[in-house]
């Protein structure tokens, strides 16, 4: 039996597709190891994998941060030389973390929040490494860089900032060197790591063709598997309330903000309830990081409930945009509301518009009521919306995209 190790550091939608493909790997005979911070130890080990934890604590560490609140309010900020540095000792604990935890590895998946020192500690170890990325990262001209915004400024430059982010990692190349030291490795130049990062890495793309085309000018190693689908818990029921609430009247609008540790939960709960009442909806709304509240007989409050159980009982989805419920609302074959703000949430809430799934994409510091309660009118009563997303859903369910991970794992252990 062979040990494959997972550092899956980020919030739920960056833990669950890694716990999917953590039970595929498992039930192909290897010993599966997910390291994760203590927040989704629960995730792992009621999946029946082992757990190793991570530090950090993400939820805490957003809240309390000024300049992570104005980021989550998609608002412009200017790092600072003491944040930048901050930011590269948050990781240092990270990445010794990750060393500790493989150290019996025979092979290492990385994630991309990981992909820094994860691909040098598998050096260090002397053991393959595979890349497991949940958004298309690596340059092409085919649309601008996902962590860069949405405008394209044609194939060439899009390709010019696909690289040029990666030069953006330099703040890190002293960490990248203390972890290659800690194995006696030589140290390299951010040109070499770039080099590594550009040209060597097997990289496999955890989202569908259907929904992002393999880029044309991606080179060899850089894949499309398709979803890693978070896994069902046998033993999880919904709760009588939701099931009460749900059979009372025509399906309601989900709303959720997913791992958005927002300090605003109260004026979106505000806005979110006056836009649906408005729009002539009943809603649930999911809790999660933001705190979010749903008041009154139209409108029911709910924590973690599985999206693969709920999202078909909806009449759309309104969400962040983050990987994870993107997929989720794919694959449940709803209409969406896209409402993003930093990271990767602008590239999928465009991609949501482009697919014909969402009728306009709300950036959250635009949200008012009126702009929320038109996009769902527009959702949910204009058919079109919803057939496109059922005819998306028909491709998804058909793929299975563990398949290419696990066909990668044997070739590499060989």
Request: charged share 25%; aromatic share 8%; hydrophobic share 45%.
């Amino acid at each position: 039996m062979r040990t494959v190790v997972i550092p899956a550091f980020g919030p739920l939608g960056d833990v669950d597709p890694f716990v999917a493909l953590g039970i595929r790997l498992r039930g192909a005979g290897h010993r599966v190891v997910i390291a994760t911070t203590r927040a989704f130890e629960d995730r792992v080990t009621g999946a029946g994998l082992e757990y190793r934890p991570l530090p950090r604590d993400i939820e805490a560490e957003t809240r309390k941060s000024a300049m992570a609140q104005r980021m989550l309010e998609g608002q412009r900020v200017r790092p600072s030389r003491k944040l930048v540095q901050d930011m590269v000792e948050d990781m240092r604990a990270v990445a010794f973390a990750v060393i500790d935890v493989s150290f019996d590895a025979d092979l290492l998946l990385v994630p991309a929040p990981v992909s820094l020192f994860g691909f040098h500690i598998a050096e260090g170890f002397d053991i393959p490494a595979i890349g497991v990325f949940l958004q298309p990262l690596a340059p092409t001209g085919d649309f601008p860089p996902p962590m860069a915004g949405t405008r394209s400024f044609g194939r060439d430059a899009n390709r010019a900032m696909g690289k040029l982010l990666a030069v953006g990692e330099q703040p890190f190349l002293s960490l990248i060197n203390d972890v290659r030291a800690a194995f006696g490795l030589a140290p390299v130049s951010l040109r070499e790591h770039i080099r590594k990062r550009l040209d060597d890495w097997h990289v496999l793309h955890g989202f569908s063709a259907e929904v992002v085309a393999r880029p044309s000018d991606w080179r060899a190693g850089l894949e499309v598997a398709g979803y890693w689908w978070p896994p069902s818990v046998p033993t999880w029921t919904p709760p009588q309330e939701l099931v009460e609430f749900l059979a009372a009247g025509p399906p309601p609008v989900f709303v959720g903000l997913g791992s958005t540790a927002t300090e605003a939960g109260d004026r979106y709960s505000r806005i979110v309830c006056s836009a649906l009442r408005r729009a002539g909806k009943r809603g649930v709304v999911d809790s999660g990081w933001a705190r979010l509240r749903g008041d009154g007989p139209d409108m029911i409050t709910v924590g973690d409930v599985p999206h693969a159980w709920l999202f078909p009982r909806v009449s759309a989805v309104v969400h962040h945009a983050g990987a994870g419920t993107t997929a989720a609302g794919l694959r449940a074959g709803v209409p969406a509301v896209p409402l993003p703000a930093i990271g990767d949430q602008p590239f999928w809430a465009k991609r949501l518009h482009s697919l014909g799934v969402a009728p306009a994409v709300i950036q959250r510091k635009d949200l008012t009521v009126e702009r929320l309660a038109d996009a769902v009118v527009a959702a949910t009563s204009d058919p079109r919306y919803r057939e496109r997303a059922m005819t998306i859903s028909a491709r998804l369910q058909a793929e299975d995209g563990a398949v290419a991970v696990l066909e990668a794992v044997e070739e590499r252990l060989r």
